[in-house]
Every structure is written in structure tokens, then in C-alpha cells.
């Protein structure tokens, strides 16, 4: 819009250009007309042109009285001398006519082109008129401040894909020095722990780089390969925990170790599977005594599992969160009794068991009803401190609730009272 704004204006400003060209034009081709005529006649300006027609006038008034006089000679001198007396008194009677004929003909041109020079005067202030108009018009201005605002709006958005480039080509610069330094021992330290979780039956991982987006194979002992997506879902669990671990344990390697946190990640493991990437988080925590893990679950299994591999772990149990009222009292974490074998901060793995479906929910109908509104996902794990298996085990529970609707898809559903009805976009509350 801001460009066909900016175009209009620009046809605007070039027509009524145009217009004054052709009006000034004209005006000096009518004076040119006009001071060629007095040109012809050997006048500068029109008062010696009026004079001219002044002293013509008298010539003329002299003109009759030659001839009364004429006439009065003849008559005076006799028969015998009248061709003599026309002679003297006539002279050359062809260029006074010549005069009087152009005579007429300036002053026909004359008064043609001073008719023109009117016309056009009368249109320049026109012409002028509309210009101020447009000048001051609404729409044009309008247009100029929607076309301002476009050219920044543009500026700005060039300004911002400049820095997306940027950041694009940092990251694929970083991307693929990572690939060419630091890929291969990733890749190296992930088939170790790889083959330790799956009790030998895969023995190596390979990254295959082609023309898509980076994938994973696995090999067998007997050298079958077989793409990751095909494996199980507790499998695919273990292959790509043992990805991150091996990438934390070569960041901690290259960088100050950041504690690592885990949130469930045994969550879709079967019991055996859980005690195999237990085994691999005791590796990670041997090689790299100063990273500190925390691993977060409501499993007790899992604190078993890990306690059973890594007996020196430390466990804080924490306490549910209060609902609408706010979060309750917590606990003191206690220190962990191993330090550091570099002195820094202790290596403690945390687990955190959960409580029951049947209080997380008549939590969440209570922060239903306090807020008012429909809520999401994200609203319930924020408020009352869940992760994404609380949610997972909570979440039909909560639809199955009497006092609960929802719509929306899975991802993005939306839930609030049943009594309340949507006030968001004029649903009626219906689940779908």
C-alpha cells in the first residue's frame, strides 16, 4: 500500500509538472508571436506600437485631407495639368496600402495572442490552486506519513534479516566445527555407553551426513546396521540419553562443567532399560567427578535404580507445591558428603518423588477457579511445580473431572471450568 501511495503521488507531481511546462511554454511562444509582430513593425514595446497606430490615424486623417486638397489642386490648376497634379499629390499610392494591410494584420495578431496569453494565465492559476490543494490534501499527506513509516518499518526488517544471517552463518560455522572437531569423540564416548546399555547388542553408533538433516545409525556385533527410527521408543530413549552425556561430558571437558539437569529421563524406560542407563549415568559421573547431575523424577524405581549404580548419590526429596494458596515450606537441600576430586562443587545426583495423581488435580481445579481463565499446560506445570510426567499421569485424570472443559488440540488445549464457560473467543465450553 505505502508504494502504490508513494506512486500516486509521484503521477500527481509529474502531471501537474507537465501542465506548467506546457502552460509556460505556450505563454513564451505567445510572446514570442507577439514581440515578433512588433518586431515586424519596428516597435520595442506596445506604447510604441500605440503610438504607431497613433501616428497611423493621423496619417490617415492627413491622407483625406490630401485628397480634399487634391482635389481642390486639380480643380485649381485645370484640366491640362491633372495627371501632373495626381502625381505630386499621390506619390506612391501601393505602399500605403501595403501598410494599411499589415497594419490590419499585426493588429489581428496582436489581438489573437493577447486572447492566448489570457487563456493561459487563467489556467497557470488554476493549475497553481490544485497544486496547494494536493499539497495540502489529507490522502497525500497521508501518504507521505504511510510511506515513512513503510521505508522504517523496511529499514527495520532489513536490519533484523541481517542479524538472522549473522547468527545463521554463526551457527553453522559453529555446527560444523563442532562436526569437525569434537563430533567424533561424541560420537565415539556415545557408542561406548551405547553398547554398555544395551548389554552388547549394539556395539557402535555412526552419524550419517547427507543432504538431509543429521541422522543416526546403529550397528550390531554381527555388523547389521539399522537406522535409529527403527528402533523401539525405550531403545531410541537410550540411544539419544546416550548422545547428551556424551556431550555434556565433552563440554565439561573443554568448558567450566555446568550441572547437567535431567527431568525423567527413564520415564519411557521398561525396568531393564532403566538399570542400563542408570549404569551409563554412573559412567558419566565416574569420568567427570566435577560435573554436577541432577536428575529430577517421581519414580521411585528410578531412585533405586540409581542408588543401586551410584551409592554415593545424594537424594532431596522436595515438597509438593500448595496449589492457589502459593508454595509450601520447603526443606533445606542437606550438602552432599562427597566433594570434588578438583575441589569444586560437590558431584550430587537429585531425585525428587512426587505425590499423588488425585491432590494434583483438585490442585488444578483450585487454580481453575482462582484464576478464572483458561489455562494451558505451561500454566499448570508453572504454578504448581509439575514436570512433564506429572502432567502426562495428571492430565486425563483433569479431563475426566466433572468440573473441567476443554478444546483445543492436544498440543494446544486449553482447559477452565465447566461452570465458567470460555471467555476467550466466545466458545461454549464444549470438550472436543
Known sequence: KAHTLAGERDDRARVAAEVATRRDEEAARAEAIWRGALAEVGC??????????AVEARRADLEARIGELRATLV?????????????LIDGEPAGLAEWERR???????????????????????EKRVEAQRLA???????????????EAELADARRAWWRVQLASHLLEDTFERFRRERQPAVIRKASEWFALATGGAYERVEAVEDDGPLRFDVCTASGARHPA????????????????????????AVTTAAPLLLDDVLVHADPERAAAAAKVLAALAREAPEL?????TCRPETVACVQAELADASVVTLARWGGAAGPVDRPQRTQASASSSRGGAPRTLVLAPAGDDGASVEEAVALLAARGEPLAKSDFCDELGLGGSDWARMRPVLEAHPR???????????????EHGRDDDGGDGARS
Do not use: H, N, P
Not at 554436577?292 to 529430577?296: E, W
Open 103 to 125: 497594419a490590419d494584420a499585426l493588429a489581428a495578431a496582436y489581438e489573437a495572442a493577447a486572447a492566448e496569453f489570457e487563456a493561459l494565465e487563467t489556467e497557470r492559476a
Open 292 to 296: 554436577q547431575i541432577l536428575l529430577f
Open 229 to 252: 527410527d527403527g528402533l523401539s521408543t525405550g531403545t531410541i530413549g537410550l540411544l539419544y540419553l546416550c548422545l547428551r552425556l556424551a556431550l555434556a561430558l565433552d563440554q565439561a
Open 44 to 53: 520595442a514595446d506596445v506604447g510604441a506600437w500605440e503610438a504607431r497606430l
Open 404 to 418: 473441567v472443559a476443554y478444546d483445543g488440540e492436544k498440543r494446544g488445549r486449553r482447559y477452565f471450568l465447566a
Open 136 to 150: 495540502t490534501a489529507t490522502d497525500v499527506i497521508d501518504a507521505d506519513t504511510a510511506l515513512a513509516s513503510a
Open 75 to 87: 480643380g485649381a490648376l485645370g484640366s491640362g495639368w491633372q495627371d501632373e497634379a495626381r502625381w
